[in-house]
């Protein structure tokens, strides 16, 4: 990007928040359009999970074929934000968003009319691969359109504010949807989507750096990889951890992993530098946001199956099981930046952590009756809601300018393989309906004990200031 986006001076061209005096028109809808952006995507990450008993219902199939209609999505998102970011920072953010949201509104509008559960989880996959674009490259037009990092901060809260409400009310939305329909947990992405990119047409192109050769061996290893990974912790549940197809499939994430490492090593257009992957701030926002995202996909995942399956709830009474959490979550993320201000950053990230991990350690309460569930979510969401912004505020902080797009890919890229292996780990645990319960607790307890171990490492990692 040009100089003015790395630059850290204030300017004409951006303010603090939405709707403050002196506010530039084209600051004013940059966020506004990364806020929708991002709040659609997230959305549509849960938005499906309160939904699944009623969609395998509708097309049938097991555990397997649902599980594969949540990490459909996860999964691309997570593949191909790594490249997403690199394509950010060449052609421009303004670009990049826009393409990124006429995909995912199209393939949205495909799963809604989806035939089938094979139909449907293709376009899941697509709808992925739109929403691995919108992400980078919302992250990057705000730190285009907000230069000064305090500015910028505040900015960045508004925008993550979007990402919890939008990660909170799927599954409200998606079990009051279900009531009508399950395809329209699908369709109601549709306005957002055109109004996102309604505001979009208000702001300014963004500047492009030079072309460069895409990283095809790169990112074909990452999905590889990814993938890989994530069929081998879904099939296992099906077929046990012995089986040939899932020993194959280890075999190629392991493969395809080492061949990805070599790629970004040696290649001449490596779209994720091994340098940016060394730096501390790098390596630790990744684990951290990894973790957040084990615990808070997957908790999502095991109570909309365990509230309607072992404790009888309708889609709607289990949408509605989340709403406290889903307010709260709400009003915690600006919070984050008030925090980060005074204390440091690393004060509403452990925080957050700490407070995550105890929610998932009290969910393993035996027999809970539904209403004590539903006050055990909130620190869980809350506690997600005070880490991210904080996390993503002090990697961009960090981070070159030119190589905002890229580390924000990373980091995003890491939080939604931790969601997708969450649904596939945890998905095998409980496979077995026998064993249900046992499979639930187990899970939350490995979710709460990586985020413990993050959480340490936010305090015992020393960081390098800019």
Known sequence: MSSSVASDK???SADTAIGQPGIANGARWALAAALLGFFVMTLDALIVNVALPEIGRGFGGGMTGLQWVVDGYT???AALLLSAGSVTDRIGARQAFGAGLVVFTAASAACGFAPNLGVLVGARLVQGAGAAVIVPASLALIREAFPDPARRARAISVWAMGGSVGAAAGPVLGGVLSELSWRMI???NLPVGVLALFLLTRTARSPRQADAPFD???QIAAVAAMGGLTYA??????VGLGAPRVLLALAVAVVAGAVFVVAQARGRNPMVPLELLRARTMALSATIGFALNVGFYGMIFLLGLYLQQEQGLSPMA???????MTLLTAFVSPTAARLAARFGPRMPIVTGQLFMAAGLVALCVPSAPAWLLVLLMIPVGTGGGLAVPAVTSLLLDRVPGERAGTASGVLNASRQLGGALSVAVFGALVSNHAHFLHGLR???LIASLLVVLTAVASVLVKEKTS
């Open 10 to 12: 204030p300017s004409a």
């Open 75 to 77: 999964l691309m998102f």
């Open 186 to 188: 699908f369709f109601v």
């Open 216 to 218: 095809w061996t790169g």
């Open 233 to 238: 912790a879904i099939e296992t549940g099906a």
């Open 318 to 324: 289990t949408g509605l099981a989340f709403l406290p």
């Open 442 to 444: 187990t899970s939350l």
